[in-house]
């Protein structure tokens, strides 16, 4: 899911614009999936986006996580669990800049099974 800001859902809506926005195109693990081991988290977006910020959550809390894509605006980010994840259900925040300067932040979330 990604949250645009008013500005750049006017300019999306624009008769002449596309929308410039990067977009998360693919997560792993997928929105709504369920697997049995997450060895690390991906996103892909279709134009770089420069991470700012990331949390995964359990119903326990927040669940320790390592980035392992730096500050650099990216097509492709990876952070691992720094632990095994217990079954349960998560959900993966992220925030980030698009190229176009605008603001972008989404989620998704997915459930760990034994
Ligand atoms: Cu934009």
Redesign the pocket.
């Known amino acids: 899911m990604i949250k645009?800001?008013l500005?750049?859902l006017a300019?999306?809506m624009g008769p002449v614009l596309a929308?410039?926005?990067?977009k998360s195109e693919e997560t792993m693990p997928a929105d709504g999936a369920t697997v049995t081991d997450v060895p690390e988290l991906t996103m892909r977006f279709d134009d770089p986006m420069r991470i700012i910020s990331v949390t995964l959550t359990s119903p326990d809390g927040d669940v320790k996580i390592e980035r392992e894509t730096g500050m650099d605006p990216t097509t492709e980010f990876r952070a691992m669990p720094l632990e095994e994840l217990a079954p349960g259900s998560y959900r993966f925040d992220w925030r980030g800049m698009?190229?176009?300067?605008?603001p972008?932040q989404g989620s998704f979330s997915f459930t760990v099974v034994q």
């Open positions: 645009q800001t500005f750049g300019v999306a929308a410039a926005h990067s698009a190229s176009d300067g605008h972008m």
